[in-house]
């Protein structure tokens, strides 16, 4: 009698468990996970951007004309866009962020960083040994652009100026 009662509880466990993971799982069938993120996260690991169409603030023609150089091909991922040239190497990059960006990619690096004017609210370029990078703020927008590809003198494939030139265009175009 005991072995029956015991097979009978176990066969209601199981039942239930069973009808339980059911029903859990037909509550909310569209449902998506949603992750919290605290408000002490670094913003970094959790970018976020109001444009969007990056193609819209710079394109191919936009940087083969301040380069100079033919062939160039977009490649958009998201928050950024890659200006590629006939090699596959990559000239230009800009990605797109908030406007928490600019004081964490700058401000933690100011060592490296010197002020340029008249692109967007603020920007500052970045000269060390690799790469050159041009970061700026318009806005509630962040920008940072950068040369990836060295020329065959090792120097790199887009200056300084043409990297402020391109800053200019994407910063115009920005609302």
């Known amino acids: 009698m005991k072995k029956k009662i ?17 029903v859990e799982e037909s509550k909310e069938p569209d449902a998506k996970p949603t992750a919290e993120v605290p408000a002490n996260e670094p913003a970094a690991e959790t970018p976020q951007t109001t444009v969007s169409n990056y193609g ?37 990059e800009v990605s797109f962020y908030g406007d928490y960006f600019y004081d964490e990619e700058v401000g933690g690096n100011q060592e490296y960083y010197t002020e340029v004017v008249d692109v967007g609210d603020k920007a500052a370029i970045c000269l060390p040994d690799s790469p050159y990078r041009l970061t700026f703020i318009k806005g ?15 120097e790199w494939i887009l200056s300084e100026e043409q990297l402020v030139e391109l800053a200019k265009i994407i910063a115009s175009k920005l609302p």
Request: aromatic share 8%.
């Open 6 to 22: 015991s097979i009978f509880v176990l066969s209601l466990l199981l039942c239930f468990t069973l009808v339980g993971c059911s």
């Open 56 to 92: 819209a603030y710079i394109s191919v023609s936009d940087v083969e004309e301040i380069s100079g150089i033919d062939g160039i091909k977009e490649v958009e991922e998201p928050q950024k866009i890659k200006f590629t040239n006939s090699n596959g190497d990559i000239v230009y």
């Open 140 to 154: 509630s927008q962040s920008v940072m652009t950068q040369t990836l590809t060295k020329n065959s003198e090792g």
